[in-house]
């Protein structure tokens, strides 16, 4: 399907996933010269998930988390459409109704999929990691008045490791504000024995720190095994809840974990510099793509920070391919805020910078730790840049 234009040969570069990742890259390749780009996505529209928290705040609605996509078809091809199959061996991505579309280049950037079906009873449980139930949490909580709230994670990996660690300190202030805090037991579990592990112990300790200041009492290395009513059961114990809150279990879109490009854990293995698959010319970003880290030889968490400079490098080094333009590394360094209250007057957050590729391991520093107000305005000024500049 290569077309030949003013004496040169076009490519075709299909992104898979109009998300953090995905988008950043089309942009990226928007308008180079020689690569003709096609950006595919079951809505014709970005979704911005950082700002479910806002929804859970009361701060936005489930429909304030999209943006339009429309403005950008000048530059690119826009497909609305269920990927139903990648096949690296023909080169061609196959849409639900039977539409192919082939290429020379292909960025799978499809995010994760929730798999609450993998613990039985887990629909009784509220979370935010999807708008609708980030609204409905939020209402819950509004009708919530005392007794045992128990939040936690069932599984990792998971995307944006401090998520449920804002939602919970966020989940206390809203309870504080109310004047219903001390008729509340806040329990927090976790699969594994510290949070945020990777960037390093001090990390993961400042986290449970910040927690059990708020009185939030941590319970580390809970596999939860099935909820029944009012009660959670785990691997080691059962949890008597009146209110409870999980990170659903995350796993990669079927069309990924079918693809052939994952390894045993459903993750699509990348170049780490390059964000090339083990294919040539498929490359994954963001987080259905599985990035190791050199000191420690695990994977990457799961962020945004990182899908979009994935994105820039994945379309960076295709271009170089293509057009003999500068390329360009990923280099495992990201920022991210952790908020932990709300509101234009009480709202406050602190930072975490973190090089994951540092050597002889991660390094990383949280500064502030819950305490800046200045932090809060940034994050929210963040937000609202990153909708306006889509
Ligand atoms: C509550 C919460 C707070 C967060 N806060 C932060 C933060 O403060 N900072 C940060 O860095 N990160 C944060 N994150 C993480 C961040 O949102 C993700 O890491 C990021 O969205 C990943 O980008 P992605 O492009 O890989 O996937 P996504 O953004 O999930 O995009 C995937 C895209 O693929 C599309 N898609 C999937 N399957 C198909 C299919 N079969 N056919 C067609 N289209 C499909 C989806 O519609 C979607 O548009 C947060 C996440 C949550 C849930």
């Known amino acids: ?127 935010v990691y999807r708008a609708d139930p980030a609204k409905r949490y939020r209402e819950a ?26 939602a919970s300190l966020m989940t206390d202030f809203n309870l504080r504000r109310r004047g219903i805090r001390d008729e509340t037991d806040i329990k927090l579990f976790f699969p594994k024995e510290l949070p945020m592990r990777k960037p390093g112990r001090e ?58 490009l994952t390894d045993a854990g459903s993750w699509i293995p990348v170049d780490r510099g390059t964000m090339e698959t083990e294919v040539e010319g498929i490359y994954a970003v963001g987080d259905n793509a599985k990035v190791e880290i050199p000191s420690l030889g695990k994977p990457l968490p799961k962020a945004g920070m990182f899908a979009r400079k994935q994105g820039i490098v994945a379309a960076k080094n295709i271009t170089a391919d ?11 360094k990201g920022s991210c805020f952790l908020e932990s209250s709300y509101g234009l007057l009480t709202g406050k957050a602190s930072m975490m910078t973190a090089d994951f590729f540092d050597e002889p391991r991660p390094s990383a520093k949280i500064r502030f730790p819950g305490n800046s107000r200045l932090y809060y305005l940034l994050k929210s000024a963040w937000e609202w840049n990153w909708m306006r500049e889509v």
């Open 1 to 127: 399907m290569d077309e030949e234009v003013a004496g040169g040969v076009t490519k075709d570069v299909v992104v898979l996933g109009a998300g953090i990742g995905g988008l950043t890259a089309a942009k990226e390749l928007a308008g180079r010269g020689g690569i003709d780009v096609t950006l595919v996505d079951r809505h014709l529209a970005h979704e911005f998930r950082p700002l479910y928290l806002s929804v859970f705040a009361g701060k936005k609605e489930p429909a304030d988390t999209w943006t339009g996509l429309s403005h950008l078809s000048d530059d690119l091809s826009l497909v609305k459409g269920e990927v139903a199959e990648i096949d690296a061996s023909e080169r061609e991505v196959r849409l639900e109704g039977g539409d192919f579309l082939d290429f020379d280049y292909l960025i799978v950037a499809l995010g994760t999929e929730l798999g609450p079906d993998e613990i039985p009873g887990l629909e009784r449980a509220h979370h």
């Open 141 to 166: 909580l509004d009708e919530f008045d005392g007794g045992t709230l128990l939040m936690g994670v069932t599984r990792t990996p998971y995307t944006c490791s401090a998520a449920p660690f804002e």
């Open 203 to 260: 990390v993961a300790e400042t986290v449970v720190k910040s927690l059990e200041g708020r009185g939030i009492e941590y319970l580390p290395s809970r596999k939860l095994q099935s909820v029944e009513e009012g009660v959670a059961v785990f691997r080691e114990e059962e949890i008597e809840f009146d209110l409870l809150f999980a990170v659903p279990p995350h796993r990669a879109p079927k069309p990924v974990r079918e693809s052939g």
């Open 322 to 332: 293509v057009n003999g333009t500068r390329a360009q590394r990923f280099d495992g």
